[in-house]
């Protein structure tokens, strides 16, 4: 009996099907990219700039730098408040959360809304990420109000951030604008919200607390 074999270079098909098959297993075997959602007011949404300019798209260029597994979510909204955020979350849960970088109750500081109110608005956001997504890592993006809003309200409104990261094990960036805020040329005519090269700063001062957190995801 005659035996008839085929080889890759007889069988254009069958080449094709066994390359195909490497790909699609080449597909299965890499698991997807873990999301960090970046939930916060107009400072996360790049007022007044492109998308590319704000501080989640350049920690999204920090990661792709050090080719990582991770997907920023820009789910910033300019006029924003911790009870806006609030209202948002059974939306943006339907998406997997791994990291969350909570930036939120400037605009709540801004109004003079009393502290208690905030606090409890953010803490509703931290109990409804981790009720859905347990592993999910927090960190709080901290916040302070200008002067002209009073000393005794300054000073309960900062205690907000680090309060919570106390009590819920969250991480803190004690003041997301770092060496922005107040910063003249940093900031755009309006002196709240930051330029583009503000918003390279922002993206530091999130990085500093943001990439070890990434790095621990890696090796788990």
């Known amino acids: 009996m005659m035996t008839t074999r085929l080889s890759f270079r007889q069988s254009p098909w069958l080449r094709a099907g066994w390359l195909l098959g490497i790909c699609l297993w080449l597909v299965a075997a890499t698991p997807p990219p873990k999301n960090i959602l970046f939930l916060g007011d107009s400072i996360t949404a790049g007022y007044g700039l492109e998308p590319a300019q704000a501080y989640p798209a350049l920690i999204q260029q920090k990661i792709d730098a050090q080719n990582w597994p991770f997907r920023t979510v820009n789910a910033g909204q300019s006029g924003d408040t911790s009870a806006g955020g609030l209202n948002r979350m059974d939306w943006l849960l339907r998406s997997k959360v791994d990291v969350l970088v ?39 993006a901290g916040m302070k109000v200008p002067p002209n809003m009073g000393a005794d309200y300054a000073k309960k409104f900062a205690a907000i951030y680090s309060d919570l990261a106390k009590t819920h094990s969250a991480l803190l960036i004690p003041f997301v604008l770092e060496n922005v805020g107040g910063v003249r040329e940093l900031n755009f005519p309006d002196g709240i919200h930051p330029t583009a090269k503000g918003h390279e700063i922002v993206a530091a001062n999130v990085w500093k607390v943001l990439e070890p957190v990434l790095q621990n995801l890696l090796v788990k």
Do not use: F
């Open 102 to 140: 909570l930036e939120l109750g400037g605009n709540d500081g801004l109004r003079g809304l009393p502290p208690d109110t905030t606090r409890n608005n953010l803490k509703g956001i931290i109990e409804r990420t981790r009720k859905k997504y347990p592993q999910a890592k927090i960190i709080l």
